[in-house]
């Protein structure tokens, strides 16, 4: 009986401690920047559990890693699943591994369980979601969507002064296959929410339906270096107290907007960055996001509105560069209707939710059918060491996973 | 006839443009970080030049350099005068430099007029004035009044993880005579005024009467980490935000006690420093000064207040060590007396006038009568690459020097 199929979750929570040991950290945390020595480690451990639960195990131009499950029916695309296995510089062990090992757990309980589905099932891992070591993020599902070419990702310099192309190669990672070539049923991304609301209502299952946008933009603030003992008050250009000004008035229009909007700086460089020198130049990274374009051109106006008059007041000069747009996402209904009741099959409380992280599965969407299922996380902490989830909602939502999986593959006749 | 002696405009200018072309930057200023390479290039070209004018040239243990012009009587302290060689990282080619270069044009001065003084002339360097490459400033004029240990300065690390005395070794500045031991007459420093006042006043010499009391405090501002995309404005602790509303209400109180209040924060740090997080932990190093302790007592307070109530409204937690505390110093009167003197002899307009930057005479000003020459800067601009002044005002101020020395050290009958 495949409806009583759950994956072991033992075995999964297992699987996760023994990854976040790959590039582990003192606090619990780990750091493996894509692509780097950390990242292949982890990439290398996979891999090789892959191949020990019978899957074949293929890499694309960018380093995609497809990990496929064989069906009964060669002809019929993939039911793929999967997330990242690269992290941030101080990143707990479950944002983006989840998804991946949660795929792969799955994979495994079929095997426990004897199941052979009609489609096969892909696990996948996309190469550096995140762009701590090279930008953008969300690079290798950006590329398998056709937003991004393989040259320039192959052009990309890393923080270590390689090329990714040089990276993949030395990692062993740059396959042949063009990404974008291989077909996908749909793909379905499993991962802890990152916020607070799964824990505050008191759900085990998120059913996102969709992503909020995100667009950065660099804002430069130029003053003019001067000596901070000898400068009267009234006659300095100070960049820093300009940018602080603006970091105050810009925090203040997303929370006057409503409670989707989300506006941080997180980013932050200053020159010459000298205690007793009045600062000449910052320059900091917007991050906005909200679930509608119209409301994020309209925050986009009033943020260029503000910080040109605080420069104006203030004698300084400032430019504004957008360099990162991601349009919001709607997933495909009938697939977030099959989460919303695989969450309801196991027994799961469930509840439908939009996501306020990027994720790889934005740009899939682009191509293929697909969906989210999210899990609490503690105190809706992330992007953290301290990041944290229980044993019982990681299985949980990969079993819902695997249910969502099946319905879309179906079970060859035994 | 010593009254008609004076300096050669023309050599001071091309001594001051040889020692800007060391560690030069591409907008005309240059970068010497205390006891960097470029440091050490900019000593030895004085130290050749001291020793071509007939100076014997001596280091103490914190690698002050003293380059003397004898005098007659072999029992005399040293008149004294100098400043720093080291520089701010975007600095121009007068701060401290002209200090340094004055002196020496004295020396020369005195050398072409065939001028023997009854008191030696020293002509001082003190190391580390800046304090950009490793802490505190004033390093090398605070061991030599004895309030710096001369173990604590060794022990000290560089941004470079190299200790200063292994600088001092490796650079060859490591001399045998403990700092202080030597006794000056008097020590005179000239300076650009690195402010407006002279400038705006039409007024070529500053006749400085006391400095205004600096005080440093790191102040540590303590959120959590969480994802920018996930974590709900509401429910933040953005440790960065929350420095912002300190900046700005920290200058607002500066700027509604008096004219002569300044308050700077020149330098942040904030980790993680990555985009998509929210900042969890912010140091930022305040500035104030005042020539009133009284007044910087009371401004200290207010400060606390405003950074404690902002941190309290904001979920952060917040600490203040006070790091550098330089009281207001009073100059010597007759000395001070002397300089005006001299200004009136050679017939530069001049005024009283305070300092707003601690300078290595405050210092000083601890074990010997100490006065300073302001000479005006364009713009009143200094820590900057722009930082200018013209070649008479320099060597107006280097005749001035000249005479105050004179007068000091006493003329041997020919």
Same mark, same amino acid.
């Given at each position: 009986?495949?409806?009583?199929?759950?994956?072991?979750?033992?075995?999964?929570?297992?699987?996760?401690?023994?990854?976040?040991?790959?590039?582990?950290?003192?606090?619990?945390?780990?750091?493996?920047?894509?692509?780097?020595?950390?990242?292949?480690?982890?990439?290398?451990?996979?891999?090789?559990?892959?191949?020990?639960?019978?899957?074949?195990?293929?890499?694309?131009?960018?380093?995609?890693?497809?990990?496929?499950?064989?069906?009964?029916?060669?002809?019929?695309?993939?039911?793929?699943?999967?997330?990242?296995?690269?992290?941030?510089?101080?990143?707990?062990?479950?944002?983006?591994?989840?998804?991946?090992?949660?795929?792969?757990?799955?994979?495994?309980?079929?095997?426990?369980?004897?199941?052979?589905?009609?489609?096969?099932?892909?696990?996948?891992?996309?190469?550096?979601?995140?762009?701590?070591?090279?930008?953008?993020?969300?690079?290798?599902?950006?590329?398998?969507?056709?937003?991004?070419?393989?040259?320039?990702?192959?052009?990309?310099?890393?923080?270590?002064?390689?090329?990714?192309?040089?990276?993949?190669?030395?990692?062993?990672?740059?396959?042949?296959?063009?990404?974008?070539?291989?077909?996908?049923?749909?793909?379905?991304?499993? *991962?802890?929410?990152? /916020?607070?609301?799964?824990?505050? +209502?008191? @759900?085990?299952? !998120?059913? =996102?339906?969709? %992503?909020?946008?995100?667009?950065?933009?660099?804002?430069?603030?130029?003053?003019?270096?001067?000596?901070?003992?000898?400068?009267?008050?009234?006659?300095?250009?100070?960049?820093?107290?300009?940018?602080?000004?603006?970091?105050?008035?810009?925090?203040?229009?997303?929370?006057?907007?409503?409670?989707?909007?989300?506006?941080?700086?997180?980013?932050?460089?200053?020159?010459?960055?000298?205690?007793?020198?009045?600062?000449?130049?910052?320059?900091?990274?917007?991050?906005?996001? *909200?679930?509608?374009? /119209?409301?994020?051109?309209?925050? +986009?106006? @009033?943020?260029? !509105?503000? =910080?040109?008059? %605080?420069?104006?007041?203030?004698?300084?000069?400032?430019?504004?560069?957008?360099?990162?747009?991601?349009?919001?996402?709607?997933?495909?209904?009938?697939?977030?209707?099959?989460?919303?009741?695989?969450?309801?099959?196991?027994?799961?409380?469930?509840?439908?939710?939009?996501?306020?992280?990027?994720?790889?599965?934005?740009?899939?969407?682009?191509?293929?059918?697909?969906?989210?299922?999210?899990?609490?996380?503690?105190?809706?902490?992330?992007?953290?060491?301290?990041?944290?989830?229980?044993?019982?909602?990681?299985?949980?939502?990969?079993?819902?996973?695997?249910?969502?999986?099946?319905?879309?593959?179906?079970?060859?006749?035994?």
């Amino acid at each position: 009986m495949t409806f009583s199929t759950r994956v072991n979750e033992t075995r999964l929570w297992q699987s996760l401690m023994d990854m976040g040991a790959v590039g582990g950290l003192p606090h619990g945390g780990c750091c493996r920047a894509a692509l780097s020595r950390e990242d292949k480690a982890g990439r290398d451990l996979f891999v090789g559990w892959c191949r020990d639960a019978g899957c074949e195990v293929t890499f694309d131009q960018v380093g995609n890693i497809f990990a496929r499950r064989p069906g009964h029916d060669t002809t019929r695309p993939a039911v793929a699943t999967g997330s990242h296995l690269d992290t941030q510089p101080h990143a707990g062990k479950f944002d983006g591994v989840y998804g991946v090992l949660a795929g792969l757990e799955v994979v495994r309980a079929l095997n426990d369980a004897d199941v052979e589905t009609r489609a096969p099932i892909d696990v996948v891992v996309w190469t550096n979601e995140e762009g701590v070591r090279f930008g953008p993020p969300l690079t290798g599902s950006s590329a398998f969507a056709g937003a991004t070419e393989v040259a320039a990702v192959h052009a990309s310099l890393t923080l270590d002064g390689t090329t990714v192309r040089q990276d993949l190669e030395s990692t062993g990672y740059l396959g042949h296959e063009r990404p974008g070539d291989r077909r996908f049923d749909c793909f379905v991304e499993a *991962h802890i929410e990152q /916020g607070p609301i799964l824990e505050a +209502e008191g @759900r085990t299952i !998120g059913v =996102v339906t969709q %992503i909020q946008g995100i667009r950065w933009s660099r804002v430069t603030v130029t003053g003019m270096d001067s000596h901070a003992g000898t400068t009267p008050m009234n006659r300095r250009r100070d960049a820093l107290l300009g940018a602080a000004e603006m970091l105050v008035a810009l925090n203040r229009l997303a929370r006057d907007q409503d409670p989707w909007a989300r506006l941080t700086v997180g980013r932050i460089e200053v020159e010459p960055n000298s205690g007793a020198t009045i600062p000449g130049r910052v320059v900091f990274v917007c991050d906005l996001r *909200h679930p509608d374009s /119209g409301i994020l051109d309209l925050l +986009e106006q @009033r943020i260029a !509105g503000s =910080v040109n008059d %605080i420069a104006r007041r203030s004698g300084l000069e400032v430019t504004i560069e957008r360099f990162l747009d991601k349009a919001p996402v709607h997933f495909a209904g009938s697939l977030v209707d099959t989460v919303r009741e695989a969450a309801r099959l196991c027994g799961y409380p469930s509840m439908d939710m939009l996501s306020g992280a990027g994720h790889d599965a934005m740009n899939i969407a682009r191509v293929t059918p697909t969906a989210m299922i999210f899990v609490p996380c503690k105190d809706g902490l992330s992007h953290n060491e301290a990041e944290s989830a229980t044993p019982a909602d990681l299985a949980a939502g990969a079993n819902t996973l695997l249910h969502t999986l099946l319905a879309r593959a179906g079970v060859a006749a035994p």
